[in-house]
């Protein structure tokens, strides 16, 4: 199992300086909302003591936490950066940074139209299953699913191989993106059974802006400045919710298949 915080050396003194790898949650470090495994856990907690780490996901940390911690372990314990909602709730070896309103951003009106919108077109979509919170609202965005978040494992599958077939979300996005051009919104598609909906500029490189203010961190003290920063993720081309951040010109972008690819492309990479 990982170590506590305390036993890794300072960001300062990781033996590879100047280096921080980033990681998306789902399909990344684990199957899309399922719990990781010790294996990856244990690897992560061996990089860590040679780079800085940290996740970048959209869903919540309550979700992430689900994932990646235990009932004893707090995920922020377990990473040096922990980026939720892209990063729109923050938190530096486990202390909290400041965060940002999605609801406050888009306004009230604007909001109930959208998800009223949304609501409307997810009744008229035949999908094999429907289940419950088709539409859920997160501090830094909003999330849609057609088949609804509730469904169990067995009915994420079934919905994946349809709208393999169908394009059920692709279509979805495509319908928004022109609805709703003028609020400035970016529509990602990630995960198995859902897409994201936030305001442009708030995709995951909104967690860069954090990872640049460790050049001077909060609190003082010796600063890092992250000349290499490698992001591993698996919807990683145009119109998935890693893109942005796997193209960005500060990042070195990492596509990966799986979990286990994940492992395997850190055991090549750093030596593992």
């Given at each position: 199992?990982?170590?506590a915080?305390s036993?890794?050396?300072p960001l300062?003194?990781?033996?590879?300086?100047?280096t921080?790898?980033l990681f998306?949650?789902?399909?990344t470090?684990?199957?899309?909302r399922?719990?990781?495994?010790?294996?990856?856990?244990q690897l992560l907690?061996?990089?860590?003591?040679?780079?800085?780490i940290g996740?970048?996901?959209?869903s919540?940390?309550v979700?992430?936490?689900?994932?990646?911690?235990?009932?004893?372990i707090p995920v922020t314990?377990l990473?040096?950066?922990c980026f939720?909602e892209?990063g729109?709730?923050?938190y530096r070896?486990g202390?909290?940074?400041a965060?940002?309103?999605?609801?406050k951003?888009?306004?009230e009106?604007n909001?109930?139209e959208?998800?009223?919108?949304?609501l409307v077109?997810?009744?008229?979509i035949?999908?094999p299953v429907?289940?419950?919170?088709?539409?859920e609202f997160?501090?830094?965005m909003v999330?849609i699913?057609?088949?609804?978040?509730?469904?169990?494992?067995e009915?994420?599958n079934?919905?994946v191989?349809?709208?393999d077939?169908h394009?059920i979300?692709?279509?979805f996005v495509?319908?928004?993106?022109?609805k709703f051009?003028?609020?400035?919104?970016?529509f990602a598609?990630?995960g198995?059974?859902?897409?994201?909906?936030?305001p442009t500029?708030?995709d995951k490189t909104y967690?860069?802006?954090?990872i640049?203010?460790?050049?001077?961190?909060?609190?003082g003290?010796?600063g890092?400045?992250y000349?290499t920063?490698?992001f591993?993720?698996?919807k990683?081309s145009?119109?998935?919710n890693?893109?942005?951040?796997?193209?960005?010109?500060?990042?070195?972008g990492?596509?990966v298949?799986s979990p286990?690819?994940?492992?395997?492309?850190l055991k090549e990479?750093f030596?593992l």
């Amino acid at each position: 199992m990982a170590e506590a915080a305390s036993v890794y050396p300072p960001l300062d003194q990781r033996p590879i300086k100047n280096t921080i790898c980033l990681f998306d949650v789902d399909g990344t470090l684990s199957p899309s909302r399922r719990v990781a495994t010790p294996e990856i856990l244990q690897l992560l907690s061996t990089l860590r003591h040679k780079c800085a780490i940290g996740f970048v996901g959209g869903s919540d940390l309550v979700k992430q936490q689900e994932q990646l911690g235990t009932p004893s372990i707090p995920v922020t314990s377990l990473f040096d950066f922990c980026f939720a909602e892209n990063g729109l709730t923050a938190y530096r070896m486990g202390v909290p940074l400041a965060s940002h309103s999605f609801i406050k951003w888009l306004g009230e009106e604007n909001y109930k139209e959208l998800v009223n919108f949304c609501l409307v077109y997810i009744a008229g979509i035949d999908c094999p299953v429907k289940r419950g919170t088709f539409v859920e609202f997160r501090n830094g965005m909003v999330n849609i699913s057609p088949v609804g978040r509730n469904a169990s494992l067995e009915e994420r599958n079934q919905f994946v191989a349809y709208d393999d077939v169908h394009k059920i979300r692709e279509k979805f996005v495509t319908v928004l993106r022109e609805k709703f051009d003028h609020l400035g919104l970016t529509f990602a598609i990630g995960g198995q059974i859902s897409f994201d909906v936030f305001p442009t500029g708030w995709d995951k490189t909104y967690c860069l802006q954090h990872i640049a203010a460790e050049k001077n961190p909060p609190g003082g003290g010796p600063g890092v400045d992250y000349t290499t920063i490698h992001f591993f993720g698996d919807k990683t081309s145009k119109g998935g919710n890693d893109y942005e951040i796997f193209e960005d010109r500060r990042t070195v972008g990492h596509t990966v298949t799986s979990p286990d690819d994940t492992m395997r492309q850190l055991k090549e990479m750093f030596g593992l």
